[in-house]
């Protein structure tokens, strides 16, 4: 097998994760989508797709070619395939913040959710505990007996 064949069976696999993505989108960003499903796609592409198969690209095809009298069609693609790299970064580290921030916020309402529940827990026992009888008035209005 061919540099040329290994770096395409790469970019055939990252390219059918991208269109897992493209497909799970809408789930992503109505945050219907698992956090974690989420976390190990961005883990994908930062490690395989990044490092490994961006990183082998820049740092040995694209520099071997460069040093290569060519055309300046192939030189505007060569500068079209780094600016996609660049763009993908982007979006990826656009995607990491956003789930972080959704990570966060499921952390903290079930914080408070748990907070919630003690509350109540604690409030019901002063209730059935309570050797007098307990009444909420609200709004002239008597709301809790």
Partial sequence: ?????????????????????KNKLPEIKDRKANPCFVQTLIDFFVT?????????????LFREVGQKDLSEELRNTLAELLEEHIEAREKLKKLEEANTAYMKEIVERKRT?????ESE???RLVVEN????VAVAQDGMIRFV
């Fill in 130 to 133: 309570a050797n007098d009888a």
């Fill in 48 to 60: 395989y797709g990044d490092k490994t198969h961006h990183g082998k690209e820049e740092d040995i």
């Fill in 1 to 21: 097998m061919s540099p040329l064949d290994l770096l395409m069976q790469e970019h055939n696999l990252i390219a059918k994760l991208v269109t897992i993505v």
């Fill in 113 to 117: 959710e748990e907070a919630l529940i």
């Fill in 121 to 123: 827990e604690k409030y």
